[in-house]
């Protein structure tokens, strides 16, 4: 760990210069003492890191000693450092990884480059989160994972939508971080299959190893089950909405056929809408109250109807 973190402590005084030791200290989250005794080993390895005392002080590395990247482009770099550790690499336990990564990038560009890291993160910030607060990575991932990394057979239980569970053993090819979660991917009978990893009820390794096609590719895989996915027949539905919402409809997840709009007296709108599924339509409509109401088609009224009535049983008359 000690190599590690001398590592890192040549990185950042290439990357930045002049660096105090209370700096340094918590740039590596150690102490100054640890801090004093790292610059001590560097300089026994011939490393030229110099002192200087005083309030402008501080440890720096000779201007000679400094090794130039080569072959990347402006672009290529600034692209790199626009990397600010996604939350998917955090999930997966490899945000200190990538920020060492990036340490070594910008310690290793030439000296006319020394402040890019600083201006490029001062422009620009991905933020990989929504305005909802973001708890932990699901909880089968690190072991589905580990599954993926060494081609371990896992067993997996899901709820079907209409809530039995099903339990099912799968050959876990690959991980895909996409629209805010991570899905495992798998083929059955030669049928790419993505289940949402939050959406596991249990993920346990086997300990049995699988055989990965030597051609697999997983960005393909990937593609052909979007592919699937957005090929599927959609369910098409009428609505009477309140006026407000009648714009807003794709928020909620239903989209909508914005030439299917007719609006009424009372100020409401019929809109011709559409979802993935049956029970997707149920919960997006029951979700939004009593500012839409289903005209067909007639199941789905029917089940919204139903649902309705057993929540208003549940919760007693109304006051």
Known sequence: MRADRLLSLLMLLQSRGRLTAAQLARELEVSERTVYRDIDALSAAGVPVYGDRGPDGGYALLDSYRTDLTGLTDGETRALLLLTIPSALGDLGLDDDMAQALRKLAAALPASRRGEEERVLNRFYLDPNDWRE?????????????????????????????????NQRIAPYGLVAWAGE?????????????????????????GE????????????????????????????????????????????G????AGGQTAESDGRVTVRGSCDSFDDA??????LG?????????????????????????????R
Do not use: C, K, N
Not at 192 to 201: H, I, N
Not at 254 to 257: G, K, L, M
Not at 282 to 287: D, K, M, P, S, T
């Open 282 to 287: 149920r919960a997006r409509v029951l979700a």
């Open 290 to 318: 009593g500012a839409v109401e289903v005209l067909e088609p007639e199941p789905l009224r029917r089940s919204v109807i139903d649902y309705a009535e057993q929540i208003a049983r549940r919760y007693g008359a109304p």
């Open 209 to 252: 190893h699988f055989a990965r096609p030597a051609r697999f590719d997983l960005r393909g895989a990937w593609a052909a089950w979007r592919a699937g996915r957005d090929a599927r027949p959609r369910y098409a539905m009428t609505l009477r909405v309140d006026g407000w919402l009648a714009a807003r409809l794709a928020r909620y």
């Open 134 to 166: 973001r708890g932990a990575g699901p909880a089968h991932l690190g072991a589905l994972q580990r599954a993926v990394w060494e081609d371990l057979l896992v067993d997996i239980a899901y709820h079907l939508p209409s809530g039995p569970l099903v």
């Open 182 to 206: 991570w899905r495992v991917l798998t083929l059955v009978e030669g049928r790419v299959l993505a289940y949402a990893v939050s959406e596991l009820a249990e993920a346990q390794l086997t």
């Open 254 to 257: 239903i989209e909508t056929d």
